[in-house]
Nanobody
Framework: QLQLVESGGGLVQPGGSLRLSCAASGYTLRYYAIGWFRQAPGKEREGVSC????????IYADSVKGRFTISRDNAKDTVYLQMNSLKPEDTAVYYC?????????????????????WGQGTQVTVSS
């Protein structure tokens, strides 16, 4: 069964950068759209970014446009989230999840029902 494992989180100062990785285990993720989500204490889960299975289509939340970049290397069964110019409000647990491409197309409307495989999350803390 497909398992997703996030890594790359940590503590970074405002304005700094981190690169998160979402790696597949048990089954390939190359046929799936992959989304990145985050959840901070007391706040709802937020869709951050999504990439189609081919990598040809991406979408970003307004809050991260121009700062974050999603990419994938299907040969390595890995999806990345490059996070630059980090702000304290980016602090959250970040999760990746897999969906069929048809479900991934609904990411922009905040319909995440098709994302049925989730990783365990990695903590990102932006603080001085």
């Amino acid at each position: 069964q497909l398992q997703l494992v996030e890594s790359g989180g940590g503590l970074v100062q405002p304005g700094g950068s981190l690169r998160l990785s979402c790696a597949a285990s048990g089954y390939t993720l190359r046929y799936y759209a992959i989304g990145w989500f985050r959840q901070a204490p007391g706040k709802e889960r937020e869709g951050v970014s999504c990439i189609s299975s081919s990598g040809g289509s991406t979408i970003y939340a307004d809050s991260v446009k121009g700062r974050f970049t999603i990419s994938r290397d299907n040969a390595k069964d890995t999806v990345y989230l490059q996070m630059n110019s980090l702000k304290p409000e980016d602090t959250a647990v970040y999760y990746c999840a897999a969906a069929d491409d048809s479900g991934g197309e609904m990411f922009g409307s905040a319909d995440y029902s098709a994302f049925v495989r989730w990783g365990q999350g990695t903590q990102v803390t932006v603080s001085s």
